[in-house]
């Protein structure tokens, strides 16, 4: 019962922390070095832990990875590569709802901070008829996030992978059906009563849309195919994109270097090192196995366990890293350990996923509700059934497969 007051207490803490609006690569790092010392380590023992986690060969691809999502990132934006994906896909839909969904869907494609704001003006100049704010925040806001459930240009997907210990491609094989779900709930309460409109479908560029939808899309495709099919390692397929890039687009040795300086963010870093420590810290303080057995001690099911414990975190930090980073690793011997039940561990995720996307420190909810001036409580009833929807599918599946996965 101490241990699991102390980890409660480094809990409310980190919460506290991120209400603050602390880095989150701070807090984690406070976090640890806090548990640590709760847990009875001596600061040495700390120490060693932490640079035992922050150079395991996990985390250095890891912080690889996220340093090249952000030139990734950068480029596209830069080069308007976004810009002509989105411009070019609108041109080959004539179906307003189509566009409606595509547009966050598009810029979703990249983990862009504050990406709902960008693709929000897009979904209120698709939209005719009469449709209410809150309708269209949550058009903008439900499909902004639909790739983040697979996506290896995701930092939540990532880490996933890396705290459960398997690979991408397994967690992505059993994670589609989350994605499948938020397209199929989406299509049915997004656009109940909206017909098609009037948008043009640009039949008169129609090949030259193609054309630049394909080229756009390449990037992003070409690190899917690399890390999904071929199973190649996450840092590596993004190096080889951000090569190719550079050569594409005719990069000068001046500009690359530029280009590094303005995508890498030392607290977009510091935040995957806080959370590498803080697992370590977990593991190696004993504090991995001390949650799941007092839920298990007081007789809890272990799917409530799997639902309450990511959807409250991430409901009240709205990122899905904090869920990952906090909650998977007290779970993991709950769902097999080494082998996880990839059953429960999707379920764990969309359990997660579900908090942050109630949270109202969520950004990307609260931007979206900022632009279209619409209020919180009519998006979440729109949300209430779409996400329980998404959420059945993943405990559907971890029932049917059982040790199966």
């Known amino acids: 019962m101490a241990d699991l007051l102390r980890i409660l207490a480094v809990f409310a803490l980190i919460i506290l922390l991120l209400k603050l609006k602390w880095n989150l690569g701070s807090v984690m790092l406070i976090g640890a070095a806090t548990l640590g010392l709760l847990m009875g380590m001596t600061p040495v023992d700390i120490l060693k832990v932490a640079a035992r986690s922050a150079l395991e060969r996990t985390a250095v691809s890891l912080l690889a990875a996220f340093a090249l999502i952000m030139v990734i990132e950068n480029i596209l934006r830069k080069t308007e590569t976004m810009k002509r994906m989105v411009e070019s896909t609108k041109g080959l839909v004539g179906d307003q709802r189509v566009v409606m969904a595509l547009m966050p869907a ?5 983990p862009s901070a504050g990406g709902a704001y960008f693709s929000a003006p897009m979904v209120d100049a698709s939209a005719e008829g009469e449709i209410s704010p809150e309708r269209k925040s949550f058009i903008n806001y439900w499909f902004r996030h639909v790739w983040e459930y697979i996506s290896p240009l995701y930092p939540g997907f990532i880490m996933t992978a890396a705290v459960a210990n398997v690979p991408m491609e397994r967690v992505f094989r059993y994670q589609v059906i989350l994605p499948l779900s938020v397209i199929a709930a989406g299509a049915i309460y997004a656009f109940k009563g909206i ?19 394909f080229v ?9 195919v690399m890390v999904i ?8 397929s993004m190096a080889l994109v951000v090569a190719g890039l550079f050569i594409f687009f005719r990069y000068r040795p001046g500009m690359i270097w530029e280009t590094l300086k303005e995508s890498l963010s030392i607290k977009t870093l510091l935040l995957v090192l806080g959370v590498e420590i803080f697992g370590g810290i977990m593991k190696g303080s004993g504090a991995v196995d001390q949650l799941p057995r007092f839920f298990q001690s007081v007789g809890v099911p272990v799917m409530a366990i799997l639902f309450i414990l990511p959807f409250i975190i991430g409901m009240m930090t709205g990122i899905t890293l904090a869920v990952v980073a906090i909650t998977f690793p007290m779970l993991l011997p709950l769902i097999g350990g080494q082998n996880p039940d990839m059953g429960m561990l999707a379920f764990a995720f969309a359990s997660g996923f579900a908090g942050l996307m109630f949270s109202p420190v969520h950004l990307c909810l609260v931007l979206t509700k900022d632009y279209f001036k619409s209020t919180l409580w009519p998006i979440y009833r729109i949300m209430l059934v779409p996400e329980a929807i998404v959420v059945g599918a993943a405990a559907i599946q971890m029932l049917l497969l059982g040790r199966r996965a």
């Open 229 to 236: 099919i071929f199973r190649m390692d996450v840092a590596v």
């Open 195 to 213: 017909g098609a409109g009037t948008t043009p479908a640009g039949k008169k560029d129609r090949g030259r849309d193609v054309k630049t939808a």
């Open 106 to 110: 598009i810029v979703g494609i990249l």
């Open 216 to 224: 756009s899309f390449v990037p992003i495709l070409a690190v899917m």
